[in-house]
DNA sequence: ACCTGAACACCGTTCAAGT
DNA sequence: ACCTGAACACCGTTCAAGT
């Protein structure tokens, strides 16, 4: 940290350097209101170095966003990585992992879905966030395989997956998911609700 | 529109007509870029006259948002009133209401659940945002009464629920549920999955 | 009582000019 | 090849001054 003081991209790579400044304003600042000229200013340079690197402001908030799709695609896959479990567990694990991801990343996670960093669903952004949702698809495909799960489209099913852990992390990131106001862990009550929808009645 | 040219609010009821004139940029504006200076612009005042009428721009937002959760839970509400209907029925009806009202709102419904019109938990909008979620609560209630839904702590059904029709929400809103994307009616697939985790098995 | 105009401290973006 | 400084057109907000 405090990097400037070393005047360290006087040569190199400005662009890294703009990258993880960026990175740690969105994990720091709870209150994402991301300016441009800051992160210059906290990088060491003039608040135009920037444009040498980025054709705008938008385009730094979609490289961000993009590596934050693949950090949550890996985390989201991470956690179902044991083979052996049943569809049910790995389900389970995998949507908890998603869900703490957004809560441990909240403006991360706000800006992989906010229109500053371009068309979420026309650019590459897209294309990312569809590559996060394969691992819905393969999870949902391994427990109707199983017989855990109804056989119905699975697309559907992952329409479902995704608005849900989706609607989890956004409302608890506002505050709106606690205890108080909607039950004790409804985290799990939420994900658990869901989970019952997609699974085939005991035989 | 173009209330300009008429000079009307020399005297009277500015405070109201700048929500007015910032309801319709929320309505006509797919590209939320809110300026208080263009409210003011085109209700034909000076950029210093809303501050006669609230502190700063985020009290303009939230009163803005206030109604916003107003006429969602009104809309949720129409749409079950014949109380005839079964549970599932009325579960169908008020979440696609809910569904609806976001997709057609899209700006506004951002900015309901948005930091911008200030912390969403803690102030007078958390208020009416967990008022429209008594729509939900009721509807629960109703569905295990009459032994349709099974007999779950309702605030995590609850949670279930508003997590997955905001989900649903602000993913279309984005842009990502499209039928080439995930499916013929998404919005349908997921609500009905959804559904059946909160159906009692047929007796 | 209600509104305006100038002013201040910020933005994003551009561009000539520096090294 | 890479960066800076001044500049432009915007913001939100304040405040003396106008009617």
Redesign the interface.
Known sequence: MNEALERPYHHGNLRQALIDTASEMLRDDK??QFTLREVARRAGVSHAAPYKHFPDKASLLSELAQRGFEQLEAETRAAISPRQRSARKAFMAAALAYVEFGIRNPSLYRLM?S?EAG????THL?AR??SA?GVVIELLQRGQASGEF?Q?????????C???????V??SI?????PE???A???R??????????EA?AP
Do not use: N, Y
Not at 162 to 168: K, P
């Open positions: 209150g994402w879905f229109a068309d979420v669903a026309t897209g966030a569809m949702l109804k119905r489209a699975v697309r559907g099913q992952a329409a479902a995704w608005s849900m852990v989706h609607g989890i956004v409302l506002e505050g709106m998911l606690h106001k909607v039950g862990d409804p985290i009550a939420a994900l658990e609700t869901l989970l019952e929808g997609l009645p």
